[in-house]
């Protein structure tokens, strides 16, 4: 079986909800539902979310943008760009997601601002 590319998936997360859980949940949202089309379309699809979350708890995070909270959350992102073959830029303003664009662009890795675009 040929390997399949990966794709993070990269939009806002806490960018313009004010900490708000019902807003995060709905940027979450925007890029689960874009993680599934990437995934219809035969990738493989990631968020730096799904890997960070988990351990920003297990590590006994109190609030969202504390200090347990920083040192892991966009790091994690990052870490994985190395490991995917592009980024999908969803959702509107954010610098964590910009930053993922301009750490894919500077590993030459492809990037794409709609699922429409993905293509290897």
Known sequence: ??????????GPYRSGTGDDP????ANMEVMNEAALHVFNKGFIPLLG???AL??????????????IFNEIFHPIAV???HHCDGVLRTGGPSQGADQMVITAKRLSKK??????????
């Not at 990037?111 to 290897?120: D, G, L, P, R, Y």
């Open 49 to 51: 979310e799904w890997f």
């Open 54 to 67: 988990p351990l920003i708890e297990q590590a006994g995070s109190k609030q969202i943008g504390d200090k």
């Open 22 to 25: 019902a807003k995060i949940a």
């Open 79 to 81: 870490d994985l760009i």
């Open 111 to 120: 990037v794409f601002t709609s699922v429409e675009e993905i293509s290897f």
């Open 1 to 10: 079986m040929p390997k399949k590319e990966m794709i993070l998936i990269a």
